[in-house]
């Protein structure tokens, strides 16, 4: 298994931008895809985006094509979201899984980071 830590969470005001890192620790972590997913307060859990276990393969949810920007560094096992143009509907609790194959639902994953809170002011 893989441990997952979510880090660069914190307060921004509308239009401008956060990068949300995810290290993670354990055996082989390279050879996991890994996703980004959100839960508001009274919201089910979100697909946000995933990428491959190389990195040459991306998928994003529709509400954030072009604004978020998934990567990872294998060398540092860290996974990126860069997002940008944030708007107060972004806020969340972002979260970071591992899993086999970069799919667009949580159910696709088996480890899970703790979260890092992303709120959005107007």
């Known amino acids: 298994q893989v441990q997952l830590v979510e880090s660069g969470g914190g307060l921004v005001q509308a239009g401008g931008s956060l990068r949300l890192a995810c290290a993670a620790s354990?055996?082989?972590?390279?050879?996991?895809?890994m996703g980004w997913f959100r839960q508001a307060p009274g919201k089910e859990r979100e697909f946000v985006a995933a990428?491959?276990?190389?990195?040459?393969?991306?998928n994003y949810a529709a509400l954030v094509k072009g604004r978020f920007t998934i990567s990872r560094d294998n060398a540092k096992s860290t996974v990126y979201l860069q997002m940008s143009s944030l708007k107060p509907e972004n806020a969340a609790v972002y979260y970071c899984a591992a899993g086999l194959v970069p799919v667009p639902t949580w159910k696709g994953y088996d480890c899970w980071g703790q979260g890092t809170q992303v709120t959005v002011s107007s």
């Open positions: 990428i491959s276990q190389s990195g040459g393969g991306t």
């Open positions: 354990g055996r082989s972590s390279w050879s996991y895809a």
